[in-house]
């Protein structure tokens, strides 16, 4: 059995809750949150400035969230876990 990790610990105990939010800033001059909804298998993102601007670093935020869970739920031991 491999060991899990207190970084992977941490995220399991987020995607135990229904919903997570996570603020989150941008140069030090915005912030938007992103919601992951467990339940749903979803990451939303609540921001003020819409989509009309270029958002690079709002895509590799959620790109960088998004690939942890999925390093995560592939793990063995998290199969059980209700993120797929």
């Known amino acids: ?13 987020y995607l135990d809750h229904d919903m997570v939010f996570i603020p989150i800033n941008i140069r030090e001059t915005h912030w938007y949150l992103a919601v992951i ?29 998004q690939r942890q869970i999925d390093m995560i739920s592939q793990r063995k031991e998290l199969k059980d876990h209700r993120w797929p």
């Open 1 to 13: 059995m491999t060991h899990i990790c207190s970084a992977e610990r941490r995220v399991l105990l």
């Open 37 to 65: 909804h467990a339940r749903n298998m979803e990451i939303q993102v609540l921001d003020s400035l819409g989509t009309s601007q270029d958002r690079k670093d709002l895509t590799d935020s959620i790109k960088g969230l």
